[in-house]
């Protein structure tokens, strides 16, 4: 879905309030240890209103990108502060698991199926990583780069933000790109849709337009409720700290 009239001035939205983590040694449910990480004081009115756009959104998927965004922006890693693209790895591919939000016009603008890697699972993803050579996807906070014409067409940059999580993504050419694999034709005929080797891969009747509007240094974050990722993240724990 993509929305039009959309203005072009960045800034940095209000931050989110981080919660108590994991308590150790406790038995982990872990979309209920996301829903604690991210659990705020109070819901702030642009969460509210995004929720209200996006209602396959998990509340506290939105709120663990938001609390992400927010820590990255206060250290300077991102230069496209009023945009926001999330992941949610825990739906099946044949979903629509991608959003794009303009938070400063607080408007959905892309809601899109994605493909994960084709060693990450069949239509539920499950396994992801870092390493070169894996064909998984990997989860975090990326931040975009500028887009360029490759094997697969034209395509956009990542860059991790999250060490031993997702940092390798440039050396992995971990981009997003269209392919004709991701469709509601082929999640119709083969249960899922075709997988990447660990790119974000979305429709080619939508690439270059959400390439356009998410280049240049805005973040995406790619979510899966991986019980170590959401203790240790750097974004998601103590912001600008990882925990031991």
Request: aromatic share 6%; glycine share 8%.
């Amino acid at each position: 879905m993509t929305l039009s009239g959309l203005p072009t001035t960045r800034w940095l939205a209000s931050t989110c309030t981080v919660a108590s983590l994991l308590a150790a040694g406790s038995t982990l449910d872990l979309r209920a240890s996301a829903a604690r990480v991210a659990a705020p004081t109070a819901v702030a009115p642009l969460e509210a209103t995004l929720t209200s756009l996006a209602p396959t959104l998990r509340p506290e998927v939105l709120r663990l990108a938001l609390q992400a965004r927010a820590c990255a922006g206060r250290q300077g890693l991102v230069r496209a502060t009023d945009l926001l693209t999330v992941i949610d790895y825990s739906l099946p591919s044949t979903q629509p698991r991608l959003w794009v939000f303009d938070l400063l016009a607080q408007r959905l603008v892309f809601n899109e199926l994605v493909a994960h890697g084709r060693n990450s699972g069949h239509n539920d993803t499950t396994r992801f990583s870092n390493e070169p050579g894996s064909h998984q996807s990997s989860l975090g906070l990326f931040v975009t780069d500028e887009p360029y014409v490759g094997r697969n067409g034209y395509s956009l940059k990542l860059r991790g933000l999250e060490p031993g999580v997702n940092d390798r993504a440039l050396e992995r050419a971990i981009v997003v790109h269209g392919a004709p694999y991701v469709s509601s034709d082929t999640a119709r005929h083969l249960g899922r849709l075709g997988r990447s080797w660990g790119c974000p891969a979305v429709a080619l009747n939508v690439a270059r337009r959400l390439i356009d509007f998410i280049k240049g240094g805005s973040t995406v974050f790619a979510y899966y409720p991986d019980g170590n990722w959401l203790t240790r993240s750097r974004f998601l724990s103590r912001c600008g700290a990882t925990a031991n």
